[in-house]
């Protein structure tokens, strides 16, 4: 008989520090998706340790979500409800943050690297006295040593950098929004709820939020957009990327660049998609003009739907797409944009005033 596989079994903690933590950002009692994502990628992590996989939840009056961080994937919540906590301030987050970690001691502590996160994360690193690895891409265990491997592009994007920390606890890292995906929630699945307090009063903070003055752009922004139209070299010109532009417009979509587009000034780097640009995961997404280098579909290959138009048969960008597409561009897109108007004007959705 066939002797069975031996699974790496993981080393045993040698310390007080246990669990993977997820920090769950919320705005507004809403929370982001990044947070959903993590306790994802934090559940794989924690059934592979064999430990609890926790959210730590800090707002005013954001019990509601507790349900929804089980359902998602984790086992216990601690929660910091207080009205200090009503806006984010990196003091007031700070302060509740390390006091959880501290009593509790987690092996891992993630969050997302949004403009919250990344404030956050150094904080709570820097008064924690422990590492922390920013912007990471990819996650995973070293089972033979229990460290957290946490990597991401360095020296401009040309390696993949595995970072550990193998002194202090507890390990920490900020992760890329829509690197990962969520689980699809589990109705009904119950866990554990903690609650603590904080020790600070709202005389106790130096910043005091006024007002919140919410941005209002009729711009998309890649990284919330279900739908994306991207635009290559392949464009040729400014005048050749309006088409990519003008698809876009039609589809109310999101405008995507490859680096070769944003180099020769026809998109801004905040259209960038890819290793140095942003990473998306849009329901459907269309490369035109993009040769499909490895930088480039790094960014967009967990995209539902992928449609790639490229004249050349041999584009790379074909091995990573659901439908493709050989073809001259400025011949096909000015056909969508015909076509998607049809439709548009079919359904209705078309504003003749
Ligand atoms: C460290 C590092 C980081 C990088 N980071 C990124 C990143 O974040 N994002 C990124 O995109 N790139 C990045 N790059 C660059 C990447 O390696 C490629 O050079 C880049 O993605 C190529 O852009 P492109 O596909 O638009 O251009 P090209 O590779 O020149 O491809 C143009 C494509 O258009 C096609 N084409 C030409 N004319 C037409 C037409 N009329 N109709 C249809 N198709 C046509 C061609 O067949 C070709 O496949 C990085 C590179 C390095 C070294």
């Not at 080393?11 to 990044?34: A, C, H, M």
């Not at 707002?59 to 806006?87: F, M, N, R, S, W």
């Not at 690197?179 to 554990?192: L, M, N």
Request: hydrophobic fraction near 40%; include cysteine; charge should be negative.
């Amino acid at each position: 008989m066939a002797k069975e596989e031996e699974k790496p079994k993981v080393k045993l903690p040698d310390s007080e520090y246990q669990g993977v933590w997820i920090f769950i950002e919320q705005r507004n009692g809403k929370i982001t998706p990044v947070s959903l994502e993590l306790l994802g990628e934090g559940r794989k992590l924690a059934d592979k340790l064999g430990v609890e996989l926790s959210g730590v939840l800090l707002g005013y009056k954001v019990g509601h979500l507790v349900d929804t961080l089980y359902q998602y994937g984790a086992d216990t919540v601690y929660l910091i409800d207080d009205p200090v906590l009503e806006q984010y301030r990196s003091e007031a987050y700070q302060v509740g943050v390390v006091d959880v970690v501290k009593k509790y001691k987690p092996e891992i502590l993630l969050f997302g690297a949004t403009v919250i996160g990344r404030d956050l994360a150094s904080t709570v690193a820097t008064e924690l006295g422990t590492g922390l690895t920013a912007d990471t891409t990819r996650l995973d265990i070293d089972m033979k040593n229990r460290l957290l491997e946490a990597s991401r592009p360095a020296m401009g994007g040309n390696i993949m950098a595995t970072i550990l920390c193998k002194e202090k606890r507890p390990q920490m890292a900020s992760v890329r929004p829509k690197v990962f995906k969520a689980i699809k929630p589990v109705e009904g699945r119950k866990g554990k709820l903690i609650e603590e307090t904080i020790n600070l009063n709202e005389e106790d903070l130096k910043t005091k939020v006024i007002e919140v003055i919410q941005e209002v752009s009729d711009k998309i922004r890649l990284g919330d957009a279900d739908i994306i139209v991207a635009g290559g070299k392949g464009l040729q010109d400014e005048k050749g990327f309006q088409l990519i532009r003008d698809l876009a417009k039609e589809l109310g979509a999101a405008v995507g660049a490859s680096r070769d587009a944003v180099e020769a000034g026809w998109a801004e780097h905040s259209e960038q998609v890819g290793q140095t640009g942003t990473t998306v995961a849009p329901k459907l997404y269309f490369a035109i003009g993009i040769s499909g280098a490895v930088q480039h579909t790094v960014g967009m290959e967990n995209s539902e739907i992928v449609v790639a138009i490229n004249r050349d048969p041999n584009a790379q960008i074909f091995e990573k797409c659901t439908y493709g597409i050989v073809g001259d561009a400025f011949e096909i897109v000015p056909k969508f944009i015909e076509e998607f108007k049809k439709l548009a004007k079919k359904s209705g959705e078309v504003n003749n005033g």
